[in-house]
């Protein structure tokens, strides 16, 4: 299977300046936003394994870090569990949930398949607001508060969640980077690309749909939970709302579902660009949705592939033109 990558220049300096990042300024404001791209760069590789590599477009994964958020949270303000321990309580409550909603959806398809996820999302935030006495309602929920505790998932400096962030975002490329160098991957390519050959070939499509799908999902509940102990608040709204569900899959297709570093350049180009154009519009309410909505025309309407197709297209003329130029040299008198 193809899978499309950066070129090795733009690699290297994209891995060195995550590396050298916390250290160019002392700002705990700029390293907040390089925290929040790497989250949502985790959380778009999170989806690509469903979303992007299985081909089932998903609107609703706010379901997911939901459930993840609120799990880790309720564990640890009324048990006192670690969230280091607790987050994985998360996962497995949005794995169950992935397969509750793929038995009953995973035969949709395209926009059916969407609008189903959103409704799931939706489902959960309105009994969430309705368990006002064990979450906490629509006021939400506040993670206690210990500063500097690393074994409890807390520290006053943002560098500590910045390492936090990096390693959650490169565990999910490494796993993204198996699945499509594996069986499982080419797999779910071809139930991607055309499912009823995939059928015909004898590719069992539920199970590995649902596989990608269990997977997806708890991996997305832990980035719930990183994002609680980040913020030390969550509510409905903010953790399940469908804005989230959009976003975590926008930045993926921009950048290029399915591909290793599509998700990662969606969320470099993005949450930065978010963050600027609110410093621009005066703090405008909802420009950033209208940023994410440009582009995504944009992108839809000259390379629905996303980014990482232009890196393709470049590729290709540098090839096509070394090419053309040896041959001319070994044509020449």
Same mark, same amino acid.
């Given at each position: 299977?193809?899978?499309?990558?950066?070129?090795?220049?733009?690699?290297?300096?994209?891995?060195?300046?995550?590396?050298?990042?916390?250290?160019?300024?002392?700002?705990?404001?700029?390293?907040?936003?390089?925290?929040?791209?790497?989250?949502?760069?985790?959380?778009?590789?999170?989806?690509?394994?469903?979303?992007?590599?299985?081909?089932?477009?998903?609107?609703?994964?706010?379901?997911?870090?939901?459930?993840?958020?609120?799990?880790?949270?309720?564990?640890?303000?009324?048990?006192?569990?670690?969230?280091?321990?607790?987050?994985?309580?998360?996962?497995?409550?949005?794995?169950?949930?992935?397969?509750?909603?793929?038995?009953?959806?995973?035969?949709?398809?395209?926009?059916?398949?969407?609008?189903?996820?959103?409704?799931?999302?939706?489902?959960?935030?309105?009994?969430?607001?309705?368990?006002?006495?064990?979450?906490?309602?629509?006021?939400?929920?506040?993670?206690?508060?210990?500063?500097?505790?690393?074994?409890?998932?807390?520290?006053?400096?943002?560098?500590?969640?910045?390492?936090?962030?990096?390693?959650?975002?490169?565990?999910?490329?490494? $796993?993204?980077?198996?699945?499509?160098?594996?069986?499982?991957?080419?797999?779910?390519?071809?139930?991607?690309?055309?499912?009823?050959?995939?059928?015909?070939?004898?590719?069992?499509?539920?199970?590995?749909?649902?596989?990608?799908?269990?997977?997806?999902?708890?991996?997305?509940?832990?980035?719930?939970?990183?994002?609680?102990?980040?913020?030390?608040? $969550?509510?409905?709204?903010?953790?399940?709302?469908?804005?989230?569900?959009?976003? $975590?899959?926008?930045?993926?297709?921009?950048?290029?579902?399915?591909?290793?570093?599509?998700?990662?350049?969606?969320?470099?180009?993005?949450?930065?660009?978010?963050?600027?154009?609110?410093?621009?519009?005066?703090?405008?309410?909802?420009?950033?949705?209208?940023?994410?909505?440009?582009?995504?025309?944009?992108?839809?309407?000259?390379?629905?592939?996303?980014?990482?197709?232009?890196?393709?297209?470049?590729?290709?003329?540098?090839?096509?033109?070394?090419?053309?130029?040896?041959?001319?040299?070994?044509?020449?008198?």
């Amino acid at each position: 299977m193809a899978t499309r990558t950066l070129p090795a220049g733009a690699r290297m300096a994209l891995i060195a300046a995550v590396a050298v990042a916390p250290l160019l300024s002392d700002s705990q404001y700029l390293l907040s936003i390089a925290v929040v791209t790497l989250l949502y760069a985790y959380l778009a590789l999170s989806w690509n394994i469903l979303g992007g590599i299985a081909g089932q477009l998903s609107l609703g994964h706010s379901a997911y870090f939901g459930l993840g958020a609120y799990t880790s949270t309720w564990l640890f303000v009324h048990l006192g569990l670690s969230p280091w321990l607790s987050m994985w309580a998360g996962a497995a409550v949005a794995v169950v949930a992935a397969v509750v909603v793929g038995l009953s959806c995973m035969q949709l398809r395209g926009a059916y398949f969407a609008l189903a996820t959103i409704a799931t999302a939706m489902v959960l935030k309105t009994l969430v607001e309705n368990a006002d006495g064990l979450l906490g309602g629509p006021r939400g929920m506040e993670v206690t508060l210990l500063r500097d505790a690393p074994l409890y998932f807390q520290h006053t400096r943002k560098e500590f969640y910045y390492v936090v962030a990096l390693a959650f975002t490169a565990a999910a490329w490494l $796993i993204n980077r198996q699945i499509l160098r594996s069986r499982f991957g080419y797999y779910l390519a071809a139930v991607r690309n055309d499912q009823e050959a995939a059928l015909a070939l004898g590719v069992p499509i539920l199970r590995y749909k649902m596989l990608a799908a269990m997977l997806s999902a708890g991996l997305t509940a832990l980035g719930g939970t990183f994002y609680a102990q980040f913020v030390l608040y $969550i509510s409905p709204d903010k953790v399940f709302g469908s804005n989230l569900g959009v976003v $975590i899959a926008v930045v993926c297709i921009i950048g290029g579902r399915g591909t290793l570093w599509g998700p990662v350049i969606g969320a470099l180009l993005l949450l930065p660009g978010e963050e600027l154009s609110r410093t621009v519009s005066g703090g405008l309410v909802g420009v950033d949705m209208m940023l994410y909505g440009l582009l995504l025309m944009l992108v839809i309407r000259w390379e629905p592939r996303g980014l990482m197709a232009i890196f393709d297209r470049w590729r290709e003329r540098r090839r096509v033109a070394r090419a053309t130029e040896l041959a001319a040299a070994e044509g020449a008198p």
